[in-house]
């Protein structure tokens, strides 16, 4: 496999990179590499909306249909549909699970089903889109597990170890694709003058010293003591790290990505704010996993508190989970602090 050096000042498409990624596997049909081009489509017909975002309501004010003669659809509405049609007749996949819909998505009768399974979030962080704050889109795939008829649940609680690929779309000052598929983690950024999602950041690594810890700090108060000693002995300079900056944008996609580039590490422990959400807000197959096969491509770690992000078993598709993830040194502290103050606890 070509290092980042070989690609810097190539100018590269991502489908041309999703091809040469697929030659490394004599093997491979391109059903997976079709899979990720259909992908980079979505991203790019939802970014075409979330650049006027603003607008929809003043273009869209007039009743139901804007100036286009569009109806007007939440963002977030829109993205479910656009990565649903856009997958839905393709024969790649036997079902797909989103954020937006409770129960698995069935591949309708009336297509084929293959071998794929797409679980997503199609718009995170939707409620920073009126403030023009960056949001985003996450995606996992998975090979289908059971073996006759149509995909069903089983398919879909798998756990992230098994992903084959996973992704985000960030739709920022500028929009972009980033993913893997076991081979390192690999960044476009969309030319919008050509539509063309082009290679930026090449075989993206954590950087050794981190920078940043992003939490909602709003919720100290109803932390447990683990959570409270880990936040102190990431501000304070240690042997291991400098005291770290507080960074938090409220978008988990765009936090993750600066965290990527810069070292650092994002939380969202349990707290016992909202008796709903005792376990964390963020959601374990379509949120947590995906990012967690990223961080591990790019040389970090995810964990609940107390495991691998990637080896826990979904019992449900909605389910909620604690998340730690970016710096391995910083999330194995993590580990550390919370198993400590159980031991405590317990004693
Ligand atoms: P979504 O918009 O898909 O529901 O996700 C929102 C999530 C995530 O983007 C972010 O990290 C988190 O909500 C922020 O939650 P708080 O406002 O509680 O910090
Ligand atoms: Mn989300
Ligand atoms: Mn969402």
Do not use: C
Not at 168 to 184: D, K, P
Request: proline content about 6%; glycine content about 10%; aromatic content about 8%.
């Amino acid at each position: 496999m070509t290092d980042a050096q070989s690609y810097m000042g190539k100018l590269i498409t991502i489908d041309r990179y999703i091809l040469e990624q697929q030659q490394s596997h004599p093997e491979a049909t391109g059903t997976l590499t079709n899979l990720l081009y259909d992908l980079a489509l979505a991203a790019k017909i939802i970014a075409s909306k979330t650049t006027r975002a603003g607008l929809a309501e003043i273009l869209g004010s007039a009743g139901e249909e804007n100036v286009q003669g569009e109806e007007v659809q939440k963002l977030d509405a829109f993205a479910q549909r656009t990565i649903f049609r856009l997958n839905d007749h393709t024969g790649r996949l036997a079902v797909m699970a989103s954020e937006e819909v409770e129960d698995v998505i069935p591949i309708p009768e009336r297509f084929s089903v293959g071998p794929y399974v797409l679980v997503f979030d199609p718009l995170d962080g939707s409620s920073n889109i009126d403030m023009n704050v960056s949001i985003g889109t996450v995606f996992g795939i998975y090979r289908r597990k059971t073996t006759t008829g149509r995909g069903a649940l089983e398919d879909v609680l798998q756990p992230g170890r098994a992903l084959v690929a996973a992704g985000y779309i960030l739709y920022g000052a500028s929009t972009m694709m980033v993913y893997s598929t076991g081979q390192g983690v690999h960044g476009f950024t969309l030319d919008p003058a050509i539509g063309e999602f082009l290679l930026s950041h090449p075989h993206l690594m954590l950087p050794a010293k981190p920078k940043y810890y992003s939490v909602n700090q709003g919720y100290q108060p109803y932390w447990a003591p683990g959570v409270q000693a880990y936040t102190a002995w990431l501000q304070h300079d240690t042997p291991e790290k400098p005291g770290l900056s507080l960074r938090y944008i409220g978008s988990l996609v765009a936090d993750f990505h600066r965290n990527l580039l810069a070292g650092g590490v994002f939380y969202y422990p349990a707290d016992h704010k909202d008796p709903q959400k005792p376990g964390g807000k963020l959601r374990l197959v379509y949120e947590a996993n995906p990012l967690a096969f990223l961080i591990e491509q790019a040389g970090g770690y995810a964990s609940d508190g107390a495991r691998a992000i990637l080896d826990i078993q979904p019992e449900q598709l909605h389910q909620r989970v604690p998340l730690f993830i970016g710096n391995r040194i910083l999330v194995e502290q993590a580990e550390m602090l919370l198993h400590q103050q159980d031991a405590t606890v317990a004693a």
